[in-house]
Structure formats: C-alpha cells, structure tokens
C-alpha cells in the first residue's frame, strides 16, 4: 500500500514563530488532505489539496502531486496552533476509497 | 448543524461486554467509514461502507461488526471486548473521491 511519511515528527515553537510540516507520499493521489487533531481530540479538516496552493488565513498548504509532497505552512503561530497535524492521502483502487495517514507531527507552541 | 456526529463521545466498560458506537451523517455523503486512532495517535480504516455495501474490510477481528441500515448511518458493534480495544474509533465520510472526507469527533473506548 502508498506510504505516508511526515516531519519533523515533533516540533516546538515560541508563539509567533513560522513553521513548515512535509508529508511525502510514495504513489500518485487523487486526494490529499491536512488535518489539524486538537488537544480535545477532534480531527479539524485544515485542507482538501490535491494539488496546487491554497491560503486560509495564517496557514497555506502547497502539493506537487508530480514530485509526491506536501507542505503546509503556519505563519505567527499561535498557542492555540497546538496538536497533531496530520497528512492523510487517497488513492482510488476499483470502488475503493480510503484515506491513509501519515504518523502526524505533533506541533507544541509556548506562549 | 452537526455534519458527522457519533454517540457516545465517551464509553468506559468491562473486558467481555459487547457495545455499540453510532454514527450519522447529514452531509448526503456516499461512503462512510470507520477509523481507529491507537495510543499512538497512528489513525487506521477498519471499514467503509459505499451505499449500505461492505466495501472495505481491513482484516479487523470478526468481533467487530459494521452495520448501515441506509447510507446516512453507519454503526459500530463490538463484542466480547477485549483491552486492546480501547482506543478512539473515529466515523467519517465522503463523496466517494471527488472531495475531502468529513470526520465525526470521535468515541474514546476504555476497557478495563
């Protein structure tokens, strides 16, 4: 099955740092997704990003689907930017569809 | 307006009983899916269902059993219960590939 890797697999940020997570997957995606999990436990859907940019107020994400990487950016984190940041990628196989997960980076920012 | 909401939130019970999570989404969504989070945060697909037809079926134990009784709703049974079973199980959604999955808030299980 496609292999989903993350990094860095921890990070910790003083509060208004910028900070740049990768996920690099090892086959070709139809979907590709960022998820932020907060200490509460929810999984909060960041990003659907197949491919291209896309902004959403402090965070952005970029895929090149062509060289099987991700990146998403936070800009002036903030203390509430705290939990597991997850990559998760779909390929489609016939009719089935699943999403795989990377490990997470677990991103800590200190006020 | 809850996109994908599950019940219970918490469940907290002894080894050998048999239990159920519920799940229902309101997002008109084709495929639904059941993902267990482990201690190690690691997130795995146990299940999707496209339909109400068992589509995916991740060599999970015959001691869990999937049910929809129509594609809006995709329940979890559990039986005999066992201490490894404890984990977060997580129900999600989705158009079936043509967008992003939608996850309900998770069922924190603990078995002792």
């Known amino acids: 099955g496609i292999q989903v890797e993350q990094s860095p697999p921890d990070l910790i940020l003083q509060e208004g740092a910028n900070s740049t997570l990768r996920c690099n997957f090892s086959d070709s995606v139809n979907n590709l997704q960022w998820f932020h999990q907060n200490p509460w436990g929810q999984l909060i859907n960041l990003f659907y990003?197949?491919?291209g940019t896309k902004q959403n107020g402090r965070l952005s994400a970029t895929t090149v689907a062509t060289e099987r990487y991700s990146l998403l950016y936070i800009s002036s984190s903030q203390t509430t930017d705290s939990g597991v940041y997850f990559c998760a990628v779909e390929q489609r196989g016939g009719s089935n569809y699943k999403l795989t997960f990377g490990k997470g980076t677990l991103l800590t920012v200190n006020p | 307006d809850t996109a994908v909401s599950q019940t219970p939130k918490y469940l907290v019970t002894q080894m050998g009983n048999d239990k159920s999570i519920k799940c229902e989404q309101n997002?008109?969504?084709?495929?639904m899916y059941w993902y267990k989070q482990d201690s190690k945060k690691f997130l795995k697909i146990m299940f999707s269902?496209?339909?109400?037809?068992?589509?995916i079926n991740e060599t999970v134990p015959n001691r869990f059993s999937p049910k929809s009784p129509d594609k809006a709703h995709l329940n979890l049974h559990i039986n005999s219960l066992e201490l490894g079973d404890s984990a977060v199980y997580f129900c999600?959604?989705?158009?079936?590939?043509?967008?992003?999955?939608?996850f309900g808030s998770g069922t924190r299980l603990t078995v002792v």
């Open positions: 997002l008109g969504h084709d495929t």
């Open positions: 999600a959604s989705s158009p079936a590939g043509r967008s992003g999955y939608t």
């Open positions: 990003i197949p491919s």
């Open positions: 269902y496209n339909n109400k037809e068992l589509i």
